[in-house]
């Protein structure tokens, strides 16, 4: 582990070094803000419902240093969301920060020795709400997640195939895990997948990740990303991370985008809400939101 930390270190001060020469740097720059908005008011609705506010925000950079056969990339993903429905208090409905940075030596015209970082953690604490056995119409508040509770970071050492500007796939046969639980209180109940009152783990394995960015038509853009995670000492009960964002631009300011994530991790124990105890399950979320987007960058 400490050999693939230093090694790691020394191939991030390399690509700065490399990204420091001005000769025959092309540097690429995108980003984007955009915010999201949706109400529903009622007054003496026959049909019935509640009014509703929902709130969000979406925020991505990505910055591309190229020069001559090496290449770093630099990219930041942030998205906070809330709802509010009838008098319930505002309450999270998407939170999310990831941090990506990768060097790649091409020592082929498709093929790249490359080494990365991937950070993922939340802004806000996670509550979930379940109906109060002892005053009816009211719901307890129960902290599950919060800031670096968890938080992971996976440092990956290996090959990148990049056959075209739509595909590409990375294998890492030396990859470390790194979870984080920093609130004491989950710490202390051991959550996902924690020593009861420690505050991180460390796992060892192998790590494979294939990216599918293709645009499908004018103005329709897709996106995939599966990561798969193996640690070696549980070699076989494997991690899954897989991300799907649809865009659909209605014109220079205006967007929808439709998103997707499933999440299965071996040491997270999920309470399926049946009575039970809490098993391992399949994690899935989707995000449907419509509303002006800004570009941070012109190139």
């Known amino acids: 582990m400490k050999k693939l930390l230093l090694s790691t270190v020394v191939l991030c001060c390399l690509s700065v070094v490399l990204s420091a020469q001005t000769d025959s740097v092309v540097v690429k720059k995108t980003g984007s803000w955009g915010l999201n908005f949706a109400n529903v ?53 998407d939170d999310n920060i990831i941090l990506i940075s990768k060097y790649a030596h ?49 440092i990956n050492l290996g090959i990148e195939y990049d056959p075209s500007k739509v595909f590409t796939l990375s294998f890492a046969p030396a990859a470390g895990k790194f979870t984080f639980v920093m609130d004491d ?10 020593t009861p009152d420690k505050h991180y783990r460390a796992e060892f394995g192998t790590n494979m990740l294939a990216v599918l960015d293709l645009p499908i038509m004018e103005n329709i853009n897709f996106k995939s990303t599966l990561n798969f995670f193996t640690a070696y000492d549980t070699f076989g009960n494997v991690d899954t991370n897989w991300e799907t964002l649809l865009v659909m631009k209605v014109n220079k300011w205006f967007n929808a985008t439709f998103g997707t994530q499933l999440i299965y991790d071996d040491d997270i124990l999920i309470d399926t809400g049946d009575g039970g105890n809490p098993e391992r399950a399949i994690q899935f979320k989707h995000v449907l939101n419509f509303g002006a987007n800004f570009s941070l960058f012109s190139n």
């Open 106 to 154: 091409a020592f082929d015209p498709t093929w790249s020795f490359s080494v990365s970082g991937i950070f993922r953690t939340q802004l806000l604490e996670g509550r979930k709400f379940s109906p109060n056995p002892v005053i009816p119409g009211e719901e307890i508040a129960q902290k599950i997640s919060n800031f670096m509770a968890p938080g992971y970071l996976t």
């Open 41 to 93: 008011g009622l007054s003496n609705w026959a049909a019935g419902g509640e009014n509703s506010i929902a709130l969000g925000t979406v925020f991505n950079t990505k910055i591309v240093r190229t020069h001559g056969q090496n290449k770093w990339t630099n990219q930041l993903d942030f998205a906070l969301g809330g709802a509010k429905v009838g008098d319930k208090d505002f309450r999270k409905t």
């Open 185 to 194: 209180d989950l710490a202390a109940a051991g959550a996902f997948g924690v």
